[in-house]
C-alpha cells in the first residue's frame, strides 16, 4: 500500500526537527497544540488526516469516532494511556508509542527526586530565599539553618527497589550503580536468570514477592504502565510494607498510587516522595491544578517532565518520523499496540 502524501495533524507540542521531517517525507503537516480533547473532534472531522501525533492529549471515543480517513494514531512517548486503546481498535485505528527514546530523561528526573528526598534541595532553597523575593515560590525568610538540614543519609549503599524493568527501569538501574546503591528489581517476568543479567537482586514476580522487596529496600521507585493491572499498585498494604523514612518515587503514571494511602504514609511514617505523576493531572500546558500531596513535609513534586529534555524529545520526534515513514511507504504500522 503507497502512500505519496499523507496529512498528519500534530495535536500537541512536537519539536520543529520532527515537524521539518515529516515534511521532508512529503507529508502535509497540519500543527494545532492549542487544540483540546473537547475541540479534537471537530478538527479531526475537519481536516480528516490520515495520521494523528499526540503527546499527552486525551484522544478519546469523539474523536476516534469524528475520523474518516484515520489509520495512525502516534503517541510520542512510551506510555498510551491517553488514548481510548478500545475505541481506535474497534474504527481499525493502530495506535503506536516511541519505547525508549525518553529512558535516560526520565531516569536522570528520578535520581533528581531522590536526591531531594534524601538531601531535601527544594527545602533548602525556599529556607534561604527571602520571603519578600517574588517568583511562584514565594520563600522562607532567609534564615540561615544549617542544623536542620545537615542531616541526610546519603544513597550510597542504600538499597534501591526498582519497579518495572522495562527501558527506564534498566537506565535507572544503570545509574543506580554508579551511586553504589544495592539494587533490587521486581517485574511480572522476574526471575534469578533475568536478575543476574541484569547484575541486580532478584525482587520476584508476584505481589508477596513486591512487598517482600519493599520491605527491605531504603527507596523504591516504580517504572510500570498505567493498565488495569497497575491500577492502585501502590496501595495501603505497600506502604504499610514500607520502612519507616524510606523514599518513594514514582514518574510512571498517577492511576499506580492509591493516594490517600501514600499521604498517610508521609504522615504517620515519614515516608519522603518525589512525583512527577498524579491523579487527575491536567494534559494542559499550563492550568489552576494542584495536588494535595503537595502540601505535605517530604513530598517533593514536579509537573510530570520526567520526558522533557531537549535531548528525549529530539529522540521521540526523530522515533515518530521513522513511523511515518514505514507507514507511508509500507502501510505497516511500527511499534503498533492494539
Given at each position: ?104 530523561a526520565v531516569a536522570e528526573l528520578v535520581f533528581a527526586l531522590l536526591l531531594c528526598c534524601d538531601r531535601r534541595v527544594p527545602d533548602q532553597t525556599l529556607e534561604l530565599r527571602p520571603a519578600d523575593s517574588g517568583g511562584s515560590g514565594g520563600g522562607g525568610g532567609g534564615g540561615w539553618n544549617k542544623k536542620e538540614f545537615a542531616k541526610a543519609r546519603g544513597l550510597k549503599g542504600s538499597t534501591l527497589g526498582v519497579v518495572g524493568v522495562g527501558a527506564i527501569g534498566r537506565a535507572v538501574i544503570q545509574r543506580a550503580k554508579a551511586f553504589e546503591m544495592d539494587v533490587w ?154
Open positions: 500500500m503507497e502512500y505519496e502524501r499523507v496529512k498528519v495533524l500534530i495535536a500537541d507540542q512536537f519539536e520543529q526537527s520532527g515537524r521539518d521531517g515529516l515534511a521532508a517525507l512529503g507529508c502535509e503537516v497540519v500543527f494545532d497544540p492549542s487544540l483540546t480533547p473537547e475541540t479534537l473532534p471537530d478538527a479531526i472531522a475537519n481536516l480528516d488526516p490520515e495520521v494523528l501525533v499526540v503527546r499527552s492529549k486525551k484522544v478519546r471515543p469523539p474523536a476516534i469516532d469524528a475520523a474518516r480517513s484515520l489509520k495512525l494514531i502516534i503517541r510520542a512517548g512510551a506510555g498510551y494511556d491517553n488514548i481510548d486503546l478500545p475505541a481506535a481498535t474497534a474504527k481499525g485505528v493502530a495506535v503506536c508509542n516511541c519505547p525508549g527514546m525518553n529512558a535516560v528489581a521486581h517485574s511480572v517476568n522476574m526471575t534469578p536468570e533475568r536478575a543476574e543479567s541484569l547484575g541486580v537482586r532478584c525482587g520476584g514476580r508476584t505481589r508477596q514477592d513486591l512487598l517482600a522487596m519493599v520491605a527491605r529496600c531504603d527507596a523504591v521507585t516504580i517504572h510500570v504502565a498505567g493498565t488495569p493491572e497497575s491500577e492502585n499498585m501502590c496501595d495501603r498494604e505497600f506502604f504499610d510494607a514500607m520502612k519507616p523514612g524510606a523514599y518513594f518515587i514514582n514518574t510512571s503514571r498517577g492511576s499506580v498510587v492509591d493516594e490517600s494511602a501514600l499521604a498517610d504514609a508521609v504522615r504517620s511514617k515519614g515516608i519522603r516522595a518525589g512525583l512527577d505523576v498524579y491523579r487527575g493531572e491536567p494534559s494542559e500546558g499550563k492550568s489552576d491544578w494542584t495536588t494535595p500531596l503537595a502540601a505535605l513535609p517530604g513530598v517533593y513534586t514536579t509537573h510530570h517532565v520526567g520526558a522533557s529534555t531537549d535531548q528525549a524529545q529530539n529522540a521521540v520526534a526523530d522515533e515518530v518520523v521513522r513511523i511515518v515513514q514505514v507507514f507511508q511507504k509500507t502501510g505497516q504500522a511500527e511499534n503498533k499496540v492494539n
